[in-house]
């Protein structure tokens, strides 16, 4: 199956969905400087870690290197980011992010289109794109677009090849599948599966040299992905092993699970299915029952569902704020059961007014819905713009004290916002992204060029004290400054607070220090910004 | 002395990697290159004649009757074919299947004759321009013994011809039942279906394989005949580019050829083709200021196939040094390469290895799956041990003699 030509209607709707997504961005970029300002909102979602990571790759002075795309999140997304960001304009605004991610959340709408074709698949397609998660994730830094992008694209093949068994098809299925799996670990699931299928489909056909064919490439991703970790960081399971193990560590949730089925929260996951769907979750039984009816469509069913076994960790785990963030990767694929139940209830309808009525119910109820959405992601802004703001004003004041040198600030802390939100190049942020450097700046600051200091406050610090462990083996400023007196005494000799008390900086009690013998006259000016 | 080792390393490991991009841009750029139509071969039909040039060596019964069997299957007006057997005044072997060959052909409707050739072997281009001066016909076609020829074939040659080609090639794959004919049969799909398009799309010339070759007589009598070269065929394309003729590629069909009998065999033929490689770059350098530099470059990219089996297997070399180093505890030689392949040049060789492999892989499995050939996509895995093996061949071809080997395709228990 050749993706045949794009038709002026998908062209129609990929621009459509596009323009509409970047306008969102710019006019967050024109109200707030920067797309960033999401992670004030309940929509929090590591937007600046996102754009900080691909910097610290080639922006990061002497220490800019591969190993800095880091173990947690897979690195696929960063990698297409890196060029984005060496503009400062980009990486500011964080319209790096969202120029990539309009371009992936537009193609999977049109995507979720051409799965199910014809109007209905016109439809869900919209109704997949005009979604609130869909508009904030197209408008960011989010990471799961790409992703989902190519797990969604790899569907249109893996549906044909279901179909026809044809073995140019399955390359491009798993092609597309395998970079899925360098992007979201929720790839890896679906990827299984699909070896599954292909295992199952050619055996049966006793084309046996398939297996050993597009099998391996299958796992080319995943094993890539392990020997990464291997040669990076020592341990091919780093990604899981890591003190912050990210996505992948829901995957435990999820095998315990599997393992013991009645603690499935069956209730939660409709509630969620409810919050993602909306109406449409009642053409969810339709679509099953549509592919369970075509030849072979069990297996295209399996595949769809192996998008969204994060699904089954449900519950306060991924829920952040009570928003469906982590389930944004397997949303068009309910989308496209939602729309191939659209044709099956549809196509049994005789009377051609019931049917337009029924696609008017869920087209409107689905709408309002959204527009529910849509006022609630509004407030959010306005309740989250106020931390922002107060976030962005001490950030200004540590910016005008500084004189051009080092800052010394730990990411554990969160130097990746200040780097963001103040458009700093990570090269003058010295942070566990520059080791050994950092180390070694970290053991003696004031023998180097650092002119500003960020340290949490004693109570923070008890609280993270395990993160700092385990990253910096108490060879960091802040493990220094806490447990070696000689160490602080002599860095007090050097750097005086710039405030009374601690004051939050990206939601983290922190007292920051600058060099004494600094040109700037060194003012009090957080006295009057308490929160 | 370790920091003039180093540097030389790290030159050395630059000049793999550019090595390597040059042989990687082909694979990437092949999507960008539409198959061609097969012509409509009806419309090729009139009255141009066609001598089927046949320079036989020592051949197996089987493998004679194979090439004439598809000569003779051939749509094209077989009162337009001359087939022309050249055969060595001693050569017994070949002498006996002559009277069958001379009946078959007869039979067919097409003239034959048997030319008697020196009778010390001395190569195949040289018996060809022996032939020559006996040739009348428009266009001369060469085929080798165990060729399975396309019935068309003929017909499409000429059509190209008329459209203004001095030369057509086609596809040869070189298939068999062994293990080693599993990386022979994936090398030549990787040349004639992901090089040759994107070089002659690119570059307007390729290094034509000799079975099947097809060129028009007047030029011929132009160059001087064939090249007397270890690979005519690949030296032809020099000749033509030289004199600013047009080659035409049939990517649409392909000739089957039997795979070397056993990795020996294989080996010699590599070698000699790495030789006869050799000298053609040599001839570009020779001819550069005819060819004008920027042909002279082109051209030379379409003929670093040995450059890039050697650069292979040097870079694997390194890397197995780095891995037996770190196994074994030779920290100079781990620290050697560390401190050699640092930075941006550490980050190419990872890019290369594993984005290059990738693609490598994922086209290679896309242009042969629901081919008949698809069942040897999987050898694709462990052809790297092949090509490590090939790299060595194609540094041992730099100082070995010029000599010409024929390649064994079928054992004489056969018969």
Same mark, same amino acid.
């Given at each position: 199956m050749k993706m045949r030509k794009v038709l002026f209607k998908e062209k129609f709707l990929f621009m459509l969905f596009f323009a509409l997504y970047l306008s969102v961005a710019l006019w967050l970029v024109a109200e707030y400087? $920067? $797309?960033?300002?999401?992670? &004030? $909102?309940? &929509?929090?979602?590591d937007n600046s870690a996102h754009l900080y990571i691909p910097a610290t790759v080639i922006e990061n002075g002497k220490t800019s290197k591969f190993a800095n795309f880091g173990t947690v999140w897979l690195f696929l997304y960063h990698l297409a980011l890196v060029p984005l960001v060496t503009s400062g304009y980009l990486y500011r605004t964080g319209l790096a992010g969202s120029i990539l991610n309009s371009i992936f959340v537009a193609a999977t709408a049109v995507l979720v289109y051409k799965i199910v074709q014809d109007k209905y698949g016109l439809i869900v397609g919209i109704l997949f794109g005009i979604n609130i998660y869909s508009v904030v994730h197209a408008s960011s830094s989010y990471m799961i677009p790409m992703g989902q992008f190519l797990a969604v694209f790899s569907s249109f093949y893996v549906y044909y090849y279901i179909k026809r068994g044809s073995g140019r098809i399955l390359t491009k299925a798993v092609f597309l599948l395998m970079f899925s799996t360098l992007a979201r670990y929720e790839a890896w699931p679906m990827m299984f599966v699909l070896v599954g299928l292909i295992i199952y489909n050619e055996l049966k056909r006793g084309r046996n040299w398939r297996i050993s064919s597009h099998v391996p490439l299958a796992f080319f991703g995943i094993t890539g992905w392990i020997v990464y970790n291997w040669a990076i960081f020592g341990n091919p399971l780093e990604f899981i $092993?890591?003190?912050?193990?990210?996505?992948?560590?829901y995957y435990f949730i999820i095998i315990s699970k599997i393992v013991k089925p009645w603690t499935i929260d069956f209730i939660e996951i409709v509630r969620i299915l409810l919050k993602m769907l909306g109406p449409l979750i009642l053409l969810l039984p339709f679509g099953i029952w549509g592919y369970l009816k075509e030849k072979n469509g069990w297996q295209f069913l399996l595949f769809l569902f192996s998008s969204s076994v994060l699904i089954l960790a449900e519950g306060p785990h991924l829920l952040i704020n009570d928003h469906l963030l982590y389930y944004y990767f397997s949303f068009p694929f309910f989308f496209i059961l939602a729309g191939n139940g659209l044709k099956l209830l549809i196509k049994n309808i005789n009377r051609r007014n019931v049917e337009i009525a029924v696609i008017l119910f869920f087209v409107l109820s689905y709408s309002m819905y959204q527009v529910s959405g849509f006022f609630e992601f509004h407030d959010e802004l306005i309740r989250g713009s106020h931390s922002y703001y107060h976030n962005k004003y001490i950030s200004d004041e540590i910016v005008r004290k500084w004189d051009g040198g080092y800052i010394l600030y730990s990411s554990i802390l969160g130097s990746y916002y200040f780097s963001v939100i103040e458009g700093i190049k990570p090269k003058y942020i010295m942070d566990e992204y520059d080791s050994p450097l950092y180390e070694r700046i970290s053991s003696s600051p004031w023998h180097y060029n650092v002119s500003i200091v960020v340290v949490p406050d004693r109570e923070t610090y008890k609280k993270l004290r395990g993160y700092f462990v385990k990253l910096c083996h108490k060879t960091c400023y802040v493990q220094l400054y806490y447990e070696n007196e000689s160490w602080r005494a002599e860095f007090l000799n050097y750097y005086k607070p710039i405030s009374n008390s601690s004051v939050k900086l990206y939601n983290v009690p922190v007292i920051i220090y600058i060099r004494s013998d600094s040109s700037e006259h060194v003012t009090q000016f957080f006295e009057s910004t308490k929160i | 002395m370790f920091s003039i080792t180093v540097v030389l390393l790290k030159l050395i490991f630059i000049l793999i990697q550019t090595i390597f991009i040059i042989g990687v841009a082909p694979i990437l750029s092949r999507p960008l290159i539409n198959p061609t139509r097969v012509q409509d071969q009806s419309k090729f039909r009139d009255n141009i004649k066609v001598a089927v040039l046949l320079p036989f060596h020592k051949e197996h019964p089987l493998s004679v009757m194979r090439t004439a069997r598809s000569i003779a299957n051939q749509t094209y007006p077989p009162e337009l074919i001359t087939v022309y057997i050249l055969i060595e005044g001693e050569d017994n072997i070949t002498r006996r299947s002559i009277p069958t060959l001379v009946n078959f052909f007869r039979f067919r409707g097409m003239s034959v004759r048997v030319i008697y050739t020196q009778s010390t072997y001395i190569g195949k281009p040289r018996a060809m321009n022996q032939a020559l001066p006996h040739v009348e016909e428009d266009v001369v076609v060469v085929f080798d013994a165990d060729d399975i020829v396309p019935e068309k074939y003929i017909s499409l040659v000429v059509g190209e011809i008329k459209k203004g080609a001095a030369a057509v090639t086609t596809k040869v794959y070189r298939l068999g039942d062994r293990l080693h004919s599993k990386f022979i049969a994936l090398d030549t799909f990787i040349w004639y279906d992901i090089y040759l398009p994107v070089y002659m799309k690119f570059i307007g010339y390729a290094p034509m394989s000799g079975e099947g070759l097809a060129v028009r007589r007047e030029i011929l009598n132009k160059i001087g005949g064939f090249p007397e070269s270890l690979t005519e065929d690949a030296y032809l394309t020099i000749e033509l580019a030289k004199i600013g003729e047009k080659i035409s590629y049939l990517d649409s069909i392909f000739i089957i050829e039997r795979a070397p009998l056993s990795f020996k065999a294989l080996i010699n033929q590599r070698m000699r083709w790495f030789k006869g490689y050799y000298e053609c770059l040599r001839a570009l350098w020779r001819y550069r200021r005819d060819l004008g530099h920027l042909k002279t470059l082109k051209l030379a990219v379409t003929y670093m196939g040995p450059i890039i089996s050697m650069a292979t297997t040097l870079s694997y070399t390194i890397f197995f040094f780095y891995i037996f180093g770190s196994l074994f505890g030779a920290v100079y030689i781990t620290s050697l390469i560390k401190s050699a392949i640092s930075g941006p040049v550490y980050y190419l060789a990872a890019f290369m290895f594993f984005g290059g492999n990738l693609f490598f892989t994922g086209i290679i499995l896309y242009y042969f799956s629901?081919?008949?050939?698809?069942?040897?996509?999987?050898y694709i895995y462990v052809a790297f041990i092949y090509w490590y093996i090939i790299g060595i061949v194609a540094l041992l071809s730099l100082f070995s003699s010029r000599e010409w080997y024929k390649t064994e395709r079928i054992g004489y228990e056969n018969a």
């Amino acid at each position: 199956m050749k993706m045949r030509k794009v038709l002026f209607k998908e062209k129609f709707l990929f621009m459509l969905f596009f323009a509409l997504y970047l306008s969102v961005a710019l006019w967050l970029v024109a109200e707030y400087q $920067t $797309t960033v300002i999401l992670e &004030f $909102t309940k &929509f929090a979602h590591d937007n600046s870690a996102h754009l900080y990571i691909p910097a610290t790759v080639i922006e990061n002075g002497k220490t800019s290197k591969f190993a800095n795309f880091g173990t947690v999140w897979l690195f696929l997304y960063h990698l297409a980011l890196v060029p984005l960001v060496t503009s400062g304009y980009l990486y500011r605004t964080g319209l790096a992010g969202s120029i990539l991610n309009s371009i992936f959340v537009a193609a999977t709408a049109v995507l979720v289109y051409k799965i199910v074709q014809d109007k209905y698949g016109l439809i869900v397609g919209i109704l997949f794109g005009i979604n609130i998660y869909s508009v904030v994730h197209a408008s960011s830094s989010y990471m799961i677009p790409m992703g989902q992008f190519l797990a969604v694209f790899s569907s249109f093949y893996v549906y044909y090849y279901i179909k026809r068994g044809s073995g140019r098809i399955l390359t491009k299925a798993v092609f597309l599948l395998m970079f899925s799996t360098l992007a979201r670990y929720e790839a890896w699931p679906m990827m299984f599966v699909l070896v599954g299928l292909i295992i199952y489909n050619e055996l049966k056909r006793g084309r046996n040299w398939r297996i050993s064919s597009h099998v391996p490439l299958a796992f080319f991703g995943i094993t890539g992905w392990i020997v990464y970790n291997w040669a990076i960081f020592g341990n091919p399971l780093e990604f899981i $092993t890591h003190p912050s193990p990210g996505a992948s560590g829901y995957y435990f949730i999820i095998i315990s699970k599997i393992v013991k089925p009645w603690t499935i929260d069956f209730i939660e996951i409709v509630r969620i299915l409810l919050k993602m769907l909306g109406p449409l979750i009642l053409l969810l039984p339709f679509g099953i029952w549509g592919y369970l009816k075509e030849k072979n469509g069990w297996q295209f069913l399996l595949f769809l569902f192996s998008s969204s076994v994060l699904i089954l960790a449900e519950g306060p785990h991924l829920l952040i704020n009570d928003h469906l963030l982590y389930y944004y990767f397997s949303f068009p694929f309910f989308f496209i059961l939602a729309g191939n139940g659209l044709k099956l209830l549809i196509k049994n309808i005789n009377r051609r007014n019931v049917e337009i009525a029924v696609i008017l119910f869920f087209v409107l109820s689905y709408s309002m819905y959204q527009v529910s959405g849509f006022f609630e992601f509004h407030d959010e802004l306005i309740r989250g713009s106020h931390s922002y703001y107060h976030n962005k004003y001490i950030s200004d004041e540590i910016v005008r004290k500084w004189d051009g040198g080092y800052i010394l600030y730990s990411s554990i802390l969160g130097s990746y916002y200040f780097s963001v939100i103040e458009g700093i190049k990570p090269k003058y942020i010295m942070d566990e992204y520059d080791s050994p450097l950092y180390e070694r700046i970290s053991s003696s600051p004031w023998h180097y060029n650092v002119s500003i200091v960020v340290v949490p406050d004693r109570e923070t610090y008890k609280k993270l004290r395990g993160y700092f462990v385990k990253l910096c083996h108490k060879t960091c400023y802040v493990q220094l400054y806490y447990e070696n007196e000689s160490w602080r005494a002599e860095f007090l000799n050097y750097y005086k607070p710039i405030s009374n008390s601690s004051v939050k900086l990206y939601n983290v009690p922190v007292i920051i220090y600058i060099r004494s013998d600094s040109s700037e006259h060194v003012t009090q000016f957080f006295e009057s910004t308490k929160i | 002395m370790f920091s003039i080792t180093v540097v030389l390393l790290k030159l050395i490991f630059i000049l793999i990697q550019t090595i390597f991009i040059i042989g990687v841009a082909p694979i990437l750029s092949r999507p960008l290159i539409n198959p061609t139509r097969v012509q409509d071969q009806s419309k090729f039909r009139d009255n141009i004649k066609v001598a089927v040039l046949l320079p036989f060596h020592k051949e197996h019964p089987l493998s004679v009757m194979r090439t004439a069997r598809s000569i003779a299957n051939q749509t094209y007006p077989p009162e337009l074919i001359t087939v022309y057997i050249l055969i060595e005044g001693e050569d017994n072997i070949t002498r006996r299947s002559i009277p069958t060959l001379v009946n078959f052909f007869r039979f067919r409707g097409m003239s034959v004759r048997v030319i008697y050739t020196q009778s010390t072997y001395i190569g195949k281009p040289r018996a060809m321009n022996q032939a020559l001066p006996h040739v009348e016909e428009d266009v001369v076609v060469v085929f080798d013994a165990d060729d399975i020829v396309p019935e068309k074939y003929i017909s499409l040659v000429v059509g190209e011809i008329k459209k203004g080609a001095a030369a057509v090639t086609t596809k040869v794959y070189r298939l068999g039942d062994r293990l080693h004919s599993k990386f022979i049969a994936l090398d030549t799909f990787i040349w004639y279906d992901i090089y040759l398009p994107v070089y002659m799309k690119f570059i307007g010339y390729a290094p034509m394989s000799g079975e099947g070759l097809a060129v028009r007589r007047e030029i011929l009598n132009k160059i001087g005949g064939f090249p007397e070269s270890l690979t005519e065929d690949a030296y032809l394309t020099i000749e033509l580019a030289k004199i600013g003729e047009k080659i035409s590629y049939l990517d649409s069909i392909f000739i089957i050829e039997r795979a070397p009998l056993s990795f020996k065999a294989l080996i010699n033929q590599r070698m000699r083709w790495f030789k006869g490689y050799y000298e053609c770059l040599r001839a570009l350098w020779r001819y550069r200021r005819d060819l004008g530099h920027l042909k002279t470059l082109k051209l030379a990219v379409t003929y670093m196939g040995p450059i890039i089996s050697m650069a292979t297997t040097l870079s694997y070399t390194i890397f197995f040094f780095y891995i037996f180093g770190s196994l074994f505890g030779a920290v100079y030689i781990t620290s050697l390469i560390k401190s050699a392949i640092s930075g941006p040049v550490y980050y190419l060789a990872a890019f290369m290895f594993f984005g290059g492999n990738l693609f490598f892989t994922g086209i290679i499995l896309y242009y042969f799956s629901d081919t008949r050939f698809e069942s040897y996509t999987p050898y694709i895995y462990v052809a790297f041990i092949y090509w490590y093996i090939i790299g060595i061949v194609a540094l041992l071809s730099l100082f070995s003699s010029r000599e010409w080997y024929k390649t064994e395709r079928i054992g004489y228990e056969n018969a």
